[in-house]
C-alpha cells in the first residue's frame, strides 16, 4: 500500500512568487493535516481536513497560504506571495480517523530566497 | 499553554548502553501521546500510540510508557542503526490538533 506522497520534495522561489505544495494521502484516509517545520523549531500544526472539510485551521499563519482538498482525496497548499518566513519542510499526514495514527509523508523544503 | 517538553536536546551512547528518552507535557485533557522516529531528510515515522497513564507498549529494542504528566521512550541495548530524532507529540482532547515536542536526537556509536 503507497504511503502519503507530497510534491515537489524541494521548491526554491523568489519572494513575493507562489509556490503550490500537494499532498496524495493514504487511499481511504479522511483526516489529512499539514505540517511545518521551521529551522531550528518544533513541527507545528497548521490545518486539518476531514474529506473536503477544513476541521481546524487555527495553525494557519496567515491569510497568504490557502490550503485546499477538493473531492476528499489530495490536498494542495498554496504560498501566495511567499516570504523569506515560509522557509521550512512542509508535511503532509493522514489518518483514518481522526484519533488514529497519522502517518507522514516525506516532505516538501521550501526555500525563499 | 498546550506544551510538550523533550529532554534531553541529544543523548550519545555507545552500542549496547540502555538509555531513556523524556516527554513532559501539559495538555487541557490528553486524547493520545504519540513517538515518532525522524531520519534526516525523511518525514516522521511512526512508533507508538499511547492513551492513558500506566499503558505500556513495546517493539524491538524500544519501549515507550506514560504517566499523566510525562512519558518515556526507553531504549534497551541500542544499536547504530537506532540513532535518528525521536519526536513526541499530543493530541489535546478538546480537538484533534496535534502538538509537538522538538525531539532528542540520539546518536549511537559503534
Known amino acids: 500500500e503507497a504511503g502519503v506522497t507530497q510534491f515537489p520534495s524541494h521548491s526554491v522561489i523568489e519572494k513575493g512568487q507562489t509556490v503550490t505544495l500537494r499532498c496524495d494521502p493514504i487511499?481511504?484516509?479522511?483526516?489529512l493535516y499539514w505540517y511545518r517545520r521551521v529551522m531550528g523549531k518544533e513541527i507545528k500544526f497548521l490545518l486539518h481536513?476531514?474529506?473536503?472539510?477544513?476541521?481546524?485551521e487555527s495553525g494557519m499563519p496567515n491569510n497568504r497560504f490557502l490550503a485546499e482538498r477538493t473531492g476528499g482525496t489530495y490536498s494542495t497548499l498554496k504560498v501566495q506571495p511567499a516570504e523569506l518566513e515560509d522557509s521550512g519542510v512542509y508535511f503532509c499526514?493522514?489518518?483514518?480517523?481522526?484519533?488514529?495514527?497519522?502517518?507522514f509523508g516525506p516532505g516538501t523544503r521550501l526555500t525563499v530566497l | 499553554e498546550d506544551q510538550v517538553t523533550q529532554s534531553p536536546e541529544a543523548l550519545r551512547l555507545q552500542e549496547g548502553e540502555s538509555s531513556s528518552l523524556n516527554c513532559s507535557y501539559t495538555?487541557?485533557?490528553?486524547?493520545?501521546l504519540f513517538w515518532y522516529r525522524q531520519d534526516p531528510g525523511k518525514g516522521p515515522e511512526f512508533l507508538f500510540t499511547?492513551?492513558?497513564a500506566g499503558e505500556e507498549k513495546e517493539k524491538e529494542r524500544l519501549k515507550a510508557t506514560l504517566t499523566k504528566k510525562e512519558s518515556f521512550l526507553h531504549i534497551t541495548a541500542p544499536k547504530p542503526e537506532d540513532s535518528a530524532t525521536y519526536l513526541c507529540?499530543?493530541?489535546?482532547?478538546?480537538?484533534?490538533?496535534?502538538?509537538f515536542g522538538a525531539g532528542t536526537r540520539l546518536f549511537v556509536k559503534a
Open positions: 499526514a493522514s489518518s483514518q480517523g481522526a484519533t488514529d495514527t497519522q502517518y
Open positions: 487511499s481511504g484516509h479522511d483526516n
Open positions: 481536513f476531514v474529506k473536503e472539510s477544513k476541521q481546524d
Open positions: 495538555v487541557s485533557g490528553l486524547r493520545g
Open positions: 499511547l492513551y492513558s
Open positions: 507529540a499530543v493530541q489535546e482532547g478538546g480537538g484533534f490538533k496535534t502538538i
